[in-house]
């Protein structure tokens, strides 16, 4: 199976901060990646798929980049809302797995 | 409005089974993959198994495999997941989610909320 190993696994910024997260796969995966955003208590939403192609109706401040085995997830400027857990995942091949999460809090 | 509402959890013995199910609205469920994940307490998200359109194609994460069956009954516009010997371990929310295809390019989106998974004794 191909390990999805996401950075950092929390981290703590300000309103209007920059965050940016990565996540690295053990093996080229193109650009078979997604990024997903959980509130607690609720169903994770995608927010980017096929690394950077942003979702209907989510916010520009999100972006992803990358290709092979390094990608990015860069919040330009994060708002209240945005204090989440963020994970991502390759459907490049079967079994689809995920990174470990990144939680984001405030600062 | 997509709208995605699985069933069907609750507290199940070990070595019980359970029978999950996903009914879906608003857009034309035969014409897309269809999968499970799931997410024990506090941890993160795993993916569990998913079917192709007309249920000839079902793919299954290794740890589960021989425990799970997952189907679909296209003219009710339902997903559904068999579990089987169930354990400690499987105790979890259990999404159902659409699986978007386009030229290649896959995504997940819309989710369920979720049903809860609980086994124990």
């Known amino acids: 199976a191909i390990q999805m190993t996401q950075s950092p696994s929390s981290l703590s910024a300000s309103v209007g901060d920059r965050v940016t997260i990565t996540c690295r796969a053990s093996?080229?995966?193109?650009?078979?990646l997604g990024w997903y955003q959980q509130k607690a208590g609720k169903a994770p939403k995608l927010l980017i798929h096929a690394a950077s192609s942003l979702q209907n109706g989510v916010p520009s401040r999100f972006s992803g980049s990358g290709s092979g085995t390094d990608f990015t997830l860069t919040i330009s400027s994060l708002q209240p809302e945005d204090f989440a857990t963020y994970y991502c995942?390759?459907?490049?091949?079967?079994?689809?797995?995920f990174g470990q999460g990144t939680r984001v809090e405030i600062k | 409005e997509m709208q995605l509402v699985e069933s069907g959890g609750g507290l199940v013995q070990p070595g019980g089974s359970l029978r999950l199910s996903c009914a879906a609205s608003?857009?034309?469920?035969?014409?897309?993959?269809m999968s499970w994940f799931r997410q024990a307490p506090g941890k993160g998200l795993e993916w569990v198994a998913n079917i192709n359109q007309d249920g000839s194609h079902k793919f299954y994460v290794d740890s589960l495999k021989g425990r799970l069956t997952i189907s679909r009954d296209n003219a009710k516009n339902s997903l559904f997941l068999q579990m089987n010997s169930l354990r400690a371990e499987d105790t979890a929310m259990y999404f159902c989610?659409?699986?978007?295809?386009?030229?290649?390019?896959?995504?997940?989106?819309?989710w369920g909320q979720g049903t809860l998974v609980t086994v124990s004794s």
């Open positions: 093996q080229g995966i193109r650009t078979d």
């Open positions: 989610v659409r699986e978007g295809n386009y030229e290649g390019i896959n995504w997940f989106d819309p």
């Open positions: 608003g857009f034309t469920f035969s014409t897309y993959w």
């Open positions: 995942l390759q459907d490049n091949n079967y079994p689809r797995t």
